[in-house]
């Protein structure tokens, strides 16, 4: 995804008493994760009814492995891009999203370690196992410091892309754990692009 595909919001107008309740709601720490099953799927603790315990789980196929290892790389990814937006532009809703995408990273690496599959994730920040996404990092880490809008709209072509390999990710998947787990983690997703969207069109307004 190079930058000439980023996403740009439509313009909208807004009153100034609209543009600042939006700008008090979006500078408070929040939580996304208004879903069923969103906070006890995304912190690890994931159900025993959703294949585990007594029931015998099944070897992984080489599809499920290969979309989970991909798709904790690039929540990897949405959480390094967001943590240096935020220091650079100090807008409260990278920091938020931030959180999330940790939360993102930590239930897809839960799901592998229970399937006893390796979670690959270099521990240095924008470092990954696939080269595609060590250039991503850098084109939209290169987007994003062009200017506050330009980084909220990184911010949505990350959920963008994020939606679409859940969604692949998704129809790969055979197992009902798994199938839960990236629902969930979708639902999120567009809570995210929503936010972002909605912030970058505010911003667009009151410039």
């Known amino acids: 995804m190079g930058a000439s595909q980023i996403h740009r919001p439509t313009t909208r107008r807004y009153t100034s008493d609209q543009i600042n309740a939006s700008r008090e709601l979006y500078s408070r720490p929040v939580s996304y994760n208004r879903y069923p099953d969103y906070d006890r799927l995304c912190h690890g ?37 967001y943590k240096v937006l935020y220091e650079k532009w100090n807008f409260v809703v990278f920091q938020n999203i931030m959180a999330s995408e940790e939360n993102h990273f930590t239930a897809i690496g839960t799901l592998l370690t229970r399937y006893g599959a390796a979670a690959p994730a270099l521990s240095s920040a924008g470092a990954y196992s696939d080269p595609a996404l060590n250039v991503l990092y850098s084109q939209l880490l290169t987007k994003g410091m062009e200017s506050a809008q330009a980084a909220l709209e990184v911010g949505a072509a990350i959920e963008k892309l994020d939606i679409a390999d859940l969604g692949d990710a998704m129809k790969a998947a055979l197992k009902l754990a798994i199938k839960r787990v990236y629902s969930n983690l979708m639902n999120g997703s567009y809570n995210h692009l929503h936010a972002f969207e909605t912030v970058c069109t505010l911003t667009v307004a009151s410039n």
């Open 45 to 81: 603790a994931i159900p025993a009814n959703l294949g585990y315990g007594a029931i015998a789980i099944q070897p992984l196929t080489g599809d499920e492995l290969k979309w989970l290892q991909h798709m904790r790389e690039e929540e990897k990814l949405a959480r390094d891009v």
